[in-house]
């Protein structure tokens, strides 16, 4: 059986904590900060990890793309802090 891919907003929730939606799409963020390391452009991120067409929507597109990205990175300089105090509890 194939890997299930988590359903995605076209915007992340914004919060100064961790959210369930931030849990959920921890490897998508990853991904999204690998691509654009890599400078991948993001019509081609956006298609291949989100199974968008920018084509026919580039608004939307670049949207979802951009915000996931600001999100992934708000997650390495600031929400890793709460998965290390978790893990720390642990």
């Known amino acids: 059986m194939g890997q ?5 907003l076209d915007e992340p929730p914004s ?3 961790l959210t369930p939606y ?4 921890m490897v ?3 991904r999204l900060l ?3 390391r890599d400078g991948a452009d993001w ?3 956006v298609q291949v990890l989100f199974g968008l067409d920018p084509v026919n929507d580039p608004t939307r597109c670049q949207h979802i ?4 990205l600001a999100r992934a990175r708000w997650m390495t300089e ?5 998965l290390v105090r978790e893990s720390q509890r642990s």
């Open 4 to 8: 299930v891919t988590p359903q995605f």
């Open 15 to 17: 919060s100064h904590a």
């Open 22 to 25: 931030d849990r959920e799409h």
């Open 28 to 30: 998508l963020y990853l």
């Open 34 to 36: 690998d691509s654009a």
């Open 43 to 45: 019509r081609e991120a």
């Open 65 to 68: 793309h951009e915000t996931h």
């Open 78 to 82: 600031q929400g890793y802090r709460q």
